[in-house]
Every structure is written in structure tokens, then in C-alpha cells.
């Protein structure tokens, strides 16, 4: 099994800041609605162009930075994880992920 296990991690190894990646913007886009509305109840007060460009650079960029920033530290806990079990760890939290999309009806 733990053969398996490693054939997986090597598999997926040089990818690491590809799936670091995926799991925060999977992560967002599964949430992003969360933060967005408590964003619009904080700007409900001010003017619709204010609203507006406060919308745009959460989304593009707020959003955008923040997977930027936090992609090497979620690689690094992926490195941190033993060889072993890196690979089914990652299938796993994969499947995590699956499992609260559709929990918030996104499947």
C-alpha cells in the first residue's frame, strides 16, 4: 500500500504549486460568496460607484493576490507531509473539497 502511496507522490510531486494553487482558488470559489456578502453588508451605506470599485478590486484583485500570496505557504505544508502519504493527502483533500461543494450546492 505504502508503494501505491509513493508511486502517487512522485506522480504528483512536480505539481505541488499547481495543486497548492487549486486548493485555495477552489476554496474561493466554493466561499468566495461568504466573503463577497459580508462585503456588500459593509458597503450597503455608500454610493453605488464607491460599491462598485470597492467590488472590482476585491474580486480582481483582492482575491487574485491573496491565492498569489498564500499559494507557497499551503506548498510548503505539503511538504511538510511524509512522502508516504503526501499523495493520498492531496487525492484526499481533493475529495474534501468535492465533498463542501456539495454541501453548498455547487455540484
Avoid at 505541488?16 to 477552489?26: P, R
Avoid at 512522502?83 to 468535492?98: C, D, N, P, Q, Y
Wanted: with cysteine.
Amino acid at each position: 500500500m505504502s508503494e501505491a502511496f509513493l508511486t502517487l507522490t512522485g506522480w504528483l510531486s512536480p505539481y505541488y504549486s499547481e495543486i497548492a494553487m487549486t486548493f485555495i482558488a477552489t476554496l474561493l470559489v466554493v466561499y468566495g460568496d461568504v466573503v463577497n456578502k459580508h462585503i456588500k453588508r459593509m458597503l450597503t451605506p455608500y454610493p453605488f460607484v464607491f460599491r462598485t470599485l470597492v467590488f472590482v478590486l476585491v474580486c480582481a484583485f483582492g482575491y487574485g493576490a491573496f491565492i498569489l500570496f498564500a499559494t507557497p505557504f499551503i506548498k510548503q505544508g505539503i511538504l511538510l507531509l511524509p512522502s508516504v502519504w503526501r499523495g493520498g493527502v492531496i487525492v484526499a483533500v481533493f475529495l474534501l473539497m468535492g465533498y463542501l461543494a456539495e454541501q453548498r450546492r455547487y455540484i
